[in-house]
């Protein structure tokens, strides 16, 4: 079932000095499908993101990512910006990083950089106004608007930013990485600090993106509602190594993720489990 | 006064005479403290080459008074002007003024920029300044591509504005080239050297940045002025030909373009020629500026300005984006200097100094980083208000600094403070300064 991989993660180390932030850490992520990345705070979850978005370069281990076309990209070997442009992989960030000072619209137009960059001829054609070039730019706006439509901030288009309140933020910063039409979506805490109505509301926008874009998600989150909800596979880590995986309801059910969720040891976890069965 | 009496009354801030007094009693006591040595105790070599000194206990009692006076009626006109937030300094209606001025503004300098060779065509002095003032224009524009929109804090633009001087200067004493042919060689030239700046400090953010680029424009200062053989060091480059409109040169001779007219010769028309020549150059700054920021690149020099880690995770190049705006800025600021070189007909490594690159970034700061309208407002009060406090002699520099404190405490983000998007889908709104990001670097 290898095939059915995007994203593969094999035994990926990270060190920072001589703290050892992620141990030989392997996992896989389906094609199509939600993977969550779970774990206590400090377990190496945004290391693994950083790690794959380019961010940080991995001390050792192999990053894989297979496209539909059957091209298979090495991430840790690219860098910096050619994750995104080459490796079609997008991301949130934990702390929303929008461009304050520009509008919704503006943010989900340079999130189309490269696409609109080959389409205004490197500047020249677009600095002489030529049809060609609008029409590419007249495109992207359409997609934006059809994205803010999505992330349903269509009538706040042209406010800034920064101005938005902090749920539509993180609406935003999702429209702006699927404005980049990435393979792999990564999402760095999607559902912190939104109320109960706003996460069932990115609930519903994370599937919609999965079963209607068929982008495959990789996501970071703390909220069990939003994990158990929607992901099609859990992975687990504590201290820089995978303790569990496998199906929402399976992982749930794991005492390694609970000891490590509750801080105790093992036994005492299955203790607590079957003293309450 | 109105609307200030209408806001809910400033009950925690302490009023009253006692107050008043207590606020200006410790001013003048600061005053005491720190004038009793500047102006109590005059130190001076006596003629036997030992110390001397003498007291001037009045005039510091005249300045402390003064402190003690001044604070009270600062205190009052503060209590007067009712508390200090941004509505408050700028009343309702003047703002609503200042927009409707503002739309119109534009377009009206515009007008009258293409009119001054004409209403003031017999004052040379007026001319020769005007000029002045839009050399300081396009470089305030082309700067500010790199610290306005990009967020690259530059100190040392003045190097390109030299690259370009020299640029034309050389090739066109050494080897006859016409002034056409070298504008965009200038032009190019200082956007090499704007590359080969950028290169270095692609990784420096803010005050390392700056000390970076400062020490980049001392080093070209000091390569043209040690570099003899070709600069002529010191001396600089002299004789540089005039500009030709378009082969015609603007002499008295038979081939001049009088003679060809059919018109009596007048020094005159080469200043006219030169005004017209560099309002071209500088709408022709501008018109490129406003097309970038609408192109993908524009709106990534922005969005660098705003958080540099989200646009590479949105897949934009950082590098070549920094040095797309260095080079940018760079080739504006050598058309420029190529253009004083042909102006002057002299040029010398004197020109070149850093309080050039301090009075253009200057310009930009003070105009609202990032807006075009602001940065030409900037040029013309700064280049022109300091030819206006000529008459105040020595403390020409006084009167300056006072008022660029008092912009600076008024409208802390330049005179042009909002941003204007550069798409919209319905209403076309512009953007408070306080989101608007300075850049990091």
Avoid at chain 1, 56 to 69: F, M
Avoid at chain 2, 52 to 63: K, P, Q
Avoid at chain 2, 345 to 362: D, M, N
Wanted: hydrophobic share 50%; glycine share 10%.
């Amino acid at each position: 079932m290898s095939g059915d991989h995007i994203l593969t993660v094999d035994r990926l180390m990270m060190r920072f000095g001589g703290i050892v932030a992620v141990n030989e850490l392997s996992f896989a992520a389906e094609r199509r499908k939600i993977t969550a990345l779970i774990g206590p705070n400090g377990a190496g979850k945004t290391t693994v993101f950083n790690c794959i978005t380019g961010f940080y370069r991995p001390s050792g281990g192999a990053i894989r990512l297979a496209h539909d076309d059957g091209r298979t990209i090495q991430l840790e070997r690219l860098n910096d910006f050619r994750i995104s442009k080459q490796a079609k992989v997008a991301r949130t960030f934990q702390n929303i990083r929008l461009f304050p000072g520009m509008t919704a619209l503006e943010n989900l137009m340079v999130a189309q950089h490269n696409a609109l960059m080959r389409a205004s001829g490197l500047t020249l054609l677009g600095l002489l106004g030529l049809p060609s070039w609008r029409e590419a730019e007249q495109r992207a706006i359409e997609l934006a608007r059809t994205w803010l439509n999505r992330v349903s901030l269509l009538d706040r288009a042209d406010d800034a930013a920064g101005n938005l309140p902090y749920g539509d933020q993180r609406r935003l910063e999702i429209a702006r990485a699927m404005c980049t039409e990435p393979a792999l979506l990564c999402l760095d805490e999607p559902a912190a600090g939104l109320n109960a109505r706003e996460s069932g509301g990115l609930n519903e926008l994370l599937l919609s993106i999965r079963n209607e874009q068929g982008t495959s998600i990789l996501l970071i989150e703390h909220d069990m509602s939003v994990v158990m909800e929607i992901s099609d596979h859990v992975v687990v880590m504590d201290y820089g190594v995978k303790i569990a995986e496998g199906t929402p309801q399976a992982v749930r059910d794991d005492p390694k993720v609970i000891a490590a969720y509750l801080g105790a040891d093992e036994e005492e976890a299955i203790a607590v489990m079957e003293s309450g069965t | 006064m109105s609307a200030n009496s209408a806001r809910p009354s400033p009950a925690a801030q302490p009023s009253g005479s006692a107050f008043i007094l207590k606020k200006a009693l410790i001013s003048a006591l600061v005053a005491l403290v720190l004038f009793s040595l500047m102006i109590g105790v005059r130190t001076e070599a006596g003629p036997q080459g030992g110390l001397i000194y003498w007291t001037r206990f009045g005039d510091l009692a005249a300045l402390v008074g003064a402190v003690f006076g001044g604070s009270i009626i600062v205190e009052l006109l503060r209590q007067w002007w009712g508390p200090v937030d941004k509505d408050s300094i700028v009343p309702k209606p003047v703002q609503s003024a200042i927009s409707f001025a503002g739309r119109w503004l534009a377009p009206a300098l515009l007008v009258f920029a293409f009119l001054v060779p004409v209403i003031f065509y017999n004052q040379r002095y007026i001319l020769d300044l005007s000029i002045l003032v839009l050399t300081y224009v396009m470089l305030g524009w082309g700067l500010n591509v790199v610290v306005g929109l990009a967020g690259l804090l530059d100190l040392g633009y003045v190097a390109f504005y030299a690259v370009g001087a020299y640029s034309y200067a050389l090739l066109a004493t050494n080897f006859g080239l016409s002034f056409w042919v070298c504008l965009p060689l200038a032009g190019i030239l200082a956007a090499f050297w704007g590359v080969l700046l950028g290169f270095p400090v692609l990784r420096l953010r803010g005050d390392y940045l700056a000390i970076v680029t400062l020490a980049f424009g001392e080093i070209i200062r000091l390569v043209i002025i040690n570099w003899q053989s070709l600069t002529g060091g010191p001396n600089g480059v002299s004789g540089i030909p005039r500009p030709t409109m378009f082969g015609i040169p603007l002499t008295p001779g038979d081939d001049g373009l009088a003679a060809r007219l059919g018109i009596e010769f007048s020094p005159t028309h080469r200043l006219v020629f030169l005004f017209y020549l560099i309002l071209a150059m500088a709408l022709l700054t501008n018109w490129v500026t406003i097309r970038l920021r609408r192109l993908p690149i524009g709106r990534a020099w922005e969005a660098l300005r705003e958080d540099e880690v989200a646009c590479r995770a949105l897949g934009i190049n950082t590098t070549t984006t920094k040095l797309t705006a260095f080079a940018t800025g760079a080739m504006f600021g050598g058309f420029a200097g190529a253009f004083f070189a042909t102006r002057q007909g002299f040029i010398s490594p004197e020109s070149f100094t850093f309080q050039e690159s301090a009075l253009v970034l200057a310009i930009v700061v003070l105009g609202g980083m990032g807006s075009q309208l602001g940065v030409a407002l900037a040029a013309l009060a700064m280049i022109g208000g300091f030819e206006l406090f000529r008459g105040f002699d020595q403390y020409r520099m006084l009167v300056f600094g006072i008022a660029m404190v008092l912009l600076m405490i008024w409208r802390p983000r330049g005179l042009i403070g909002h941003r204007a998007p550069t798409v919209f889908l319905e209403r076309n709104q512009a953007i408070s300064s306080d989101l608007v990001k300075e850049g990091h670097g």
